[in-house]
């Protein structure tokens, strides 16, 4: 570990579920500039078989007044993100917060004022920019292969019928609901490529008995140029379809999902295992291109490799030299403004 206090930065973590053990810990671990310190665990102390040695708090105050933290991520129930994020800053932390980030347009315009007036920076937690599948699209994309885009589609299925156990997920409190829970990571990744839109429509639906929440969702998103992008996620596909669509006016290209970095750290492999992040064969994306004659040439495209580590490293990097986050306030709230219409 880089132990230079001025590029060192010390880490808290505010839960230790499926969120903190995969998708938190083991990146703040695997970089140099990070120091992992201390982890809220209220009942069970479970993170120090993972971690010896590291600090487990039972509450969130006593987290927050740990004074060598230097940035704590937010990886609470959706509906205690404004809380939690508020008494961080509050506390002059720096803080990562896990989507959704807010609930609401006037909570993040809340926080934003407070971070600047305690001199902190607030970091979004958007790992899906980094998922080899959505790598990959980007690259056929930026190729030009595909000409002009007409449209694309994104889509999250799952099947999954029955009422689950997080109750800020299926109960009807604040951002709870399938469009709070997949509905950042399918804005967020069309907002990094085009942008805020121009104008949306979203339709939520309800479809599981006994359901308290939207269980379903499809947003329309109508960009310059004619460029319309589909997002769609649902709770009960039993036959998962292609996660990614593009149509173009030279070719098409359609991928699976298969970014597997949540499924090799839940069955533990590590990062530094040399298959970490390489999608399974039979997942490749398959780009049709067609010439000007109607010539039609199939093209199978190997997926790029999944890591969220570069998600860390520009967070270290925006606090210990300045260089601007890639997910800014400006995505966030265009985000924010479709999920709370």
Known sequence: MNTDLNTTITVGLMAYGMSGKVFHAPFV????????KAIVERTQQNAVKDYPGIVSYR??????????????????????HFEHAKLALSHHKHILVEKPFMATVAQAKVLFDLADQVGKQIFFYQNRRWDSDFVSVKKVLASGKLGKLVEMHIRYDR???????????????????????LGPHLLDQAISIF??????????????NNTAVDDYFTIQL?????????LTASLLVVNPQASFVL???EGSFIKQRADTQEEQLLAG???????????????????TTIDGDGNKTETI???EIGDYLPLFEAVHQAIVTGEKYPISREDVIAQLEILEA
């Not at 671990?29 to 992992?36: E, Q, R, V, Y």
């Not at 509450?59 to 990886?75: F, M, P, T």
């Not at 099947?159 to 829970?181: C, H, M, N, W």
Request: aromatic letters at 8%; glycine letters at 10%; zero cysteines.
């Open 269 to 287: 492999k590590k990062l530094g295992d040399p298959q970490f992040g390489i999608e399974p064969a039979g997942k490749e994306g398959l780009l």
């Open 301 to 303: 495209i190997p997926s």
């Open 159 to 181: 099947y999954r019928s029955t009422i689950g156990p997080k109750a800020f997920k299926e109960q009807a409190v604040e951002a709870s609901g399938l469009l709070y829970d």
């Open 222 to 230: 109508n960009y310059a140029n004619d460029i319309n992008v589909f």
């Open 59 to 80: 509450s969130v105050a006593e987290l927050v007044n740990d004074e060598q933290i230097d940035l704590v991520i937010i990886n609470t129930p959706n509906n205690l």
């Open 195 to 208: 942008g805020k839109p121009l104008s949306f429509t979203k339709v939520l639906g309800k479809n599981r």
């Open 29 to 36: 671990t695997a970089h140099d500039g990070f120091f992992l």
């Open 247 to 249: 149509h173009g006016t």
